[in-house]
């Protein structure tokens, strides 16, 4: 297969000007072919990656690229895919701007004697006399043709202005230029830039009559028709000190199942036949896929080393232990670490059947949205806002615990003897004895409705994936399972991307920011997209809120000590979940930050992990460590 063919077969090709004569420029080597970056950031970002990636393709073909830097575009500014005028920027950020794009190319392609050429449209654009140029290549375009073209149409209604209006006269003299003195007789470009790309190949013919041609290329587009490259954050951008190669690694093994093979055809080097087996694949194995496409994005971005690195930082804290660690952004929605563990090396699929030592069970289920674990005591904070919302009486209560607690003939163990305590000394102590009486005074009933309306069982969709559910029914069942109800220990069940959410709900006031893995956009040469913070609804008063984050922050204080997050203040319960057949309890976390800088709310399992307090603690303590020096924030 040939380099032209393999470009359709990727899904990379959308318009093209002459096919045949594209056809055979390229695939026998013959395309001296040009791609603009325009510098309007001091690094390039996920909307540039397709376009350096078809240029290091095209030049492992023997064809010639031409990276045009725009300094002299930049002066003016793409109106495509804009609804306003861009900022105005000097000429010193310009060239700092370029020059930071010149070593990040250098990545991906090979510049050199013969080999491709980076050139800056201000060493001619600001040479021009305006006049002149009037004179020589005015005649040459229709005002009602540009018009006509996407790119200004979508801005007439809000107003075009006569700035913008002359950078498809730019463009065009950019290849223009470039067409008679280095014989550039070819430009690539993002589907958004078809007109300007025809005003090109148009003052050439006319000028000229010669033919030069055009190619666009597909726009990466999520599965939801959203363009991809952008978080909470900002944009995903090539530059480690902007966007972290973890960072990097986790955008893009957070995307979609919908959309991870169409990446990896589109943006790897992998060959063509292994894609197409990994066409049938499904369920589980598609968590492979993300783990083969952020690794291969990762190794060309930052070098397989940091590749290396990234993957393994993801599993560091667990330590190789099942589980499942989670951090998102309450305020944004933006999930910052989602980590599954036991994972693999995708170049080494374990063979599930010839492994007797139980390392890899469970491999191919991503914990985090297909999972649902018996919380433990981390309910306790779920029975605790029902009381507060509840029972009008009920900080003033208090519940005497004896080292257990009976339900008519049956006992409820607690792991102390705690005396009489307050609703609050007993999320302290997290104390069986007393939330058995919650659990009791508030009834089975209202648990339900209140676990409905926190929406701890309900499934959560973000980025086209729906989790598990989570369960909780106390329908006719005795009063001491509607006990360990409300302890977290009878049939509970709750996914913990779920929980997670809840706990941004408390830090939030009531209500959050929705989670999703990747809210995509791009610019440059594809057009931007804004991603939008969505709220949840309101599950809880601010009142009920504002006491369950004092309370928890008292826990944290207590039990786990603020040493344990140095510079965070943060609320947090940890729990402790029998799961029976002899093993070992799992171990739960599940908190938040109540920090403006850094609002995170976090969620631990460690499967047959023991006590949440010394084995989930320092794995969330290592993990926001992280996430603060990442510079993550708000």
């Known amino acids: 297969m040939q380099i032209y063919e393999e470009l359709k077969a990727r899904g990379l090709i959308a318009q093209v000007t002459d096919e045949e004569e594209i056809r055979e420029l390229v695939n026998n080597g013959k395309a001296t072919f040009y791609i603009g970056f325009d510098p309007t950031a001091d690094s390039l970002h996920v909307g540039h990656f397709m376009a350096l990636c078809l240029m290091k393709r095209l030049q492992m073909a023997g064809n ?76 040459c375009f229709s005002v009602n043709n540009m018009l006509r073209a996407e790119c200004y149409k979508q801005r007439m209604e809000k107003g075009l202005s006569f700035l913008e209006f002359n950078y498809m006269i730019m463009q065009s003299y950019d290849f223009y230029h470039m067409f008679q003195t280095v014989g550039c007789n070819m430009q690539f470009g993002g589907d958004d830039q078809w007109s300007n790309m025809l005003g090109g190949t148009e003052l050439i013919r006319r000028k000229l009559g010669k033919d030069a041609y055009a190619m666009t290329i597909t726009l990466l587009m999520n599965s939801e028709g959203k363009k991809m490259g952008k978080t909470a954050s900002g944009a995903v951008w090539l530059d480690p000190n902007k966007t972290s190669p973890y960072d990097f690694y986790q955008y893009w093994r957070n995307v979609g199942d919908a959309d991870v093979l169409k990446c990896i055809r589109m943006l790897t080097f992998l060959p063509l036949e292994q894609i197409d087996e990994m066409d049938t694949w499904q369920g589980s194995q598609l968590n492979t896929a993300k783990e083969i496409l952020a690794f291969e994005l990762t190794k060309l971005v930052h070098g397989e080393e940091e590749a290396a690195k990234a993957q393994e930082a993801a599993l560091e804290a667990l330590d190789g232990r099942k589980g499942v660690v989670a951090v998102y952004n309450y305020k944004t929605g933006e999930i910052l670490c989602a980590v599954s563990s036991p994972t693999y090396d995708p170049d080494d699929v374990p063979d599930l059947e010839d492994d007797s030592t139980g390392e890899y069970d469970g491999v191919y289920m991503n914990r985090m949205t297909q999972s649902a674990y018996v919380p433990g005591s981390i309910f306790k904070v779920v029975t605790t806002a029902a009381a507060l919302s509840e029972i009008d009486d009920i900080e003033s209560q208090t519940f005497l615990c004896e080292g257990s607690y009976w339900v008519g003939g049956d006992e409820v163990v607690c792991e102390g003897t705690h005396g009489e305590v307050t609703i609050r000394q007993a999320l302290m102590h997290s104390c069986n004895s007393a939330f058995a009486q919650i659990a009791l005074e508030l009834g089975p009933e209202t648990l339900m409705k209140y676990a409905e309306q926190f929406q701890i069982t309900e499934p959560l969709s973000f980025d086209g994936i729906t989790t598990a559910a989570g369960h909780l029914d106390l329908t006719d069942v005795a009063d001491v399972n509607v006990a360990w109800g409300g302890i977290g220990q009878y049939t509970d069940t709750v996914n913990p991307c779920r929980f997670m959410t809840f706990m941004g709900q408390i830090a939030g006031g009531g209500t959050a920011a929705e989670p999703y893995l990747v809210a995509s956009a791009s610019s440059g040469m594809l057009s931007r997209y804004t991603a939008r913070t969505r709220q949840t609804d309101r599950v809880m008063s601010t009142a009920v809120a504002a006491t369950l984050q004092e309370m928890m922050h008292y826990n944290v204080v207590y039990n786990y000590g603020e040493e344990s997050f140095p510079d965070l203040y943060v609320c947090a319960k940890t729990g402790t979940a029998e799961v029976g057949g002899g093993l070992e309890p799992n171990a739960t976390f599940a908190g938040f930050t109540m920090d403006e800088d850094y609002p995170l709310a976090f969620v631990v399992v460690v499967e047959n992990g023991g006590y949440g307090r010394s084995v989930c603690v320092p794995i969330i303590s290592q993990v926001l460590s992280a996430c603060m020096e990442d510079g993550i924030s708000g």
């Open 64 to 139: 010639r690229p031409i990276a045009l830097i725009g300094g002299g575009t930049g002066y003016i500014g793409d109106p495509s895919g804009r609804t306003d005028m861009r900022s105005m920027m000097t000429p010193e950020t310009i060239q700092h701007n370029c020059d930071c794009f010149k070593k990040q190319m250098e990545r991906f392609i090979e510049f050199g004697e013969g080999k491709a050429l980076m050139l800056n449209n201000a060493d001619w654009l600001l040479k021009l006399n305006y006049i002149e140029l009037l004179r020589e290549v005015g005649a």
